[in-house]
Structures are given as C-alpha cells and as structure tokens.
C-alpha cells in the first residue's frame, strides 16, 4: 500500500480520519520494529515516535495533536502485541519476514471469538444521532486566497483586499491559490476555527482579509454548496452495518488490550 497516498486521500475526507489511524499500524512495522531484550517488554523508542509523526505530517500536513500522537502511538503497540502473540502462536511458520502477514493471522483469531450483540431500531436509531457528523454532508466551500508576497501587515492586507475590490489602490504583488469543495471540519483543520466560521459569513464574490492561525489571509469565497441533513430511514442497513464494523472494532480492540496485559510497555524520550 501507498501509504502516503492513503494520508492524502484521508486528508481529503475527515471521516476518513478515524479509520486511517487504525490502518497506519500496518504501514509503519517494516521500519518500527520494537527491541526485544525482554520478550515480555514493550519499548515505544524515540524512532518510534519520531516515524508515526514524520508519516503522518506527510499525509496529513499539518503537526499531530498530542491526541493524534496518542492513537498512533496505541495503535503501534496494539499491533507489537498482535505479532508478538501471533509468534507464541507459531504463526509465523512459512511467514518469518513477512509481519503484516503473521500480525493478521493473530488478529483474525483474536476476533473469531468475538460475538456481536443485537441491537434494536430505538437503540440503533440513537447511535445513528450521536454520530450524525459521519452521516450528514457538510456545507462545502469553493475559495480562493491571495497569498502576498511581500508587506503581510494587517493594514496592508486590508487595503490590498479592497485594491482587489475595486476601492483602493496596492501595488501588493501575490500567488493565486484555488480550493474546491472544502467541508468546514478541514477549514478548522487547516485554517483555524475562527477562519472556517468567518468564511461561512462573507458575501460571495467579494474579497476580504480573514483572520486565521496563521494570521490573516486575503480570501474570496466562490461559491458555498449547502449540506444535506441524513435521514436515519433512508440509510436503516448501511447504518447497521456501521454498527457492526464499529461494535467488532471496539471489541477488538478490547481483546488486544487484554493481551497487552502480559507486557510491560515502556515509552522512552520525549514524544516529538
């Protein structure tokens, strides 16, 4: 798998964030592999560290919270712990260089002895609304932004905004940079909460300094394509199914850690 292509594309899709921390594991052993002086030690090292970060800034573009440093970081054990039970196991008889292989085959044990509960509509309905955020489609923004090249103060900025308006006059020289379809999950992300929430309230077509965590940026929105609000009767099966890809996950994740009590994890150095 590509896995910088796979950051990108999570990139993309905020939704997609969630799943995309739980399949970096899988990407990251060939070069992440723990040492072992003591079988029953976890060492999470500065490499470790070092190399979930370094991935996930090249997918993602931006720094991880500690948040995210935390699940990349669970994650990893979660698949030394799978592989290091998968060895017990002696599942690695014709698979010795191949760990992703022997990590699946300890995982698939570990969720054959899992079973789902039932679930009824009220009950399945009520998880649907708590998680409206992956079903509802967001307001998307089409914008552009005028990155100055030179004197970047408020005031200047300003001024070339209304130049670009027709009601001053700048000799502020910028790039044009075009974004299309953008939900306000990776405005946040991107630009700040303070810019997503401005950028819903300008008047299309017209261009405008917006404050950002950057600072301001001269922007000029597009066009601005409303959401759709989903609804639960419409979507009664792939809801379902969510719930079960969902339930399974936790569950899993549930055995693994159970496992995990046998060793003893350690983190060394400071996280990056």
């Known amino acids: 798998m ?18 995309f921390l739980g399949l970096l594991l899988f990407g990251v052993d060939h070069v992440l592999n723990a040492r072992r002086e003591d079988p029953q030690t976890i060492v999470v090292g500065a490499d470790v ?19 995210d440093m935390q699940k990349l970081i669970d994650r990893w054990v979660d698949n030394e712990v799978l592989y290091r039970e998968g060895l017990s ?4 008889r014709g698979d010795s260089t191949i760990r992703e292989r022997v990590i699946f085959k300890a995982m698939s044990i570990a969720r054959s002895g899992i079973t789902l509960p039932t679930i009824d509509e009220p009950t399945l309905r009520a998880w649907f609304e ?6 509802d489609t967001p307001a998307r ?21 209304a130049a670009l ?20 999950t990776n405005l946040v992300e991107s630009y700040g909460s303070d810019f997503a929430d ?6 299309v077509g017209e261009w405008q300094a917006v404050p950002s965590s950057a600072g301001l940026r001269v922007v000029r929105v597009e066009a601005i394509k409303p959401g759709a609000t989903a609804k639960f009767e419409d979507m009664k099966d792939s809801v379902h199914q969510d719930w079960k890809d969902d339930t399974m996950a936790q569950r899993t994740s549930d055995a693994v850690h159970e496992m995990s009590k046998k060793y003893a994890i350690r983190t060394e150095g400071a996280k990056p």
């Open 49 to 67: 560290q070092k190399e979930v970060r370094e991935i996930f800034v090249a997918g993602m573009q931006r720094e991880p919270s500690p948040g």
């Open 130 to 135: 708590a998680r409206r955020d992956r079903y």
């Open 165 to 184: 308006n027709g009601t001053a006059k700048s000799d502020t020289q910028s790039d044009l940079r075009v974004f299309k379809d953008r939900p306000h």
């Open 2 to 19: 590509d896995l910088s292509n796979a950051l990108k594309r999570a990139a993309r899709e905020p939704l997609l964030h969630f799943l």
């Open 141 to 161: 923004y089409d914008f552009m932004e005028a990155v100055v090249i030179g004197d970047s103060t408020p005031e200047a900025l300003e001024t070339f905004a």
């Open 89 to 92: 196991l002696g599942l690695d």
């Open 198 to 203: 401005k950028l819903a309230q300008l008047k």
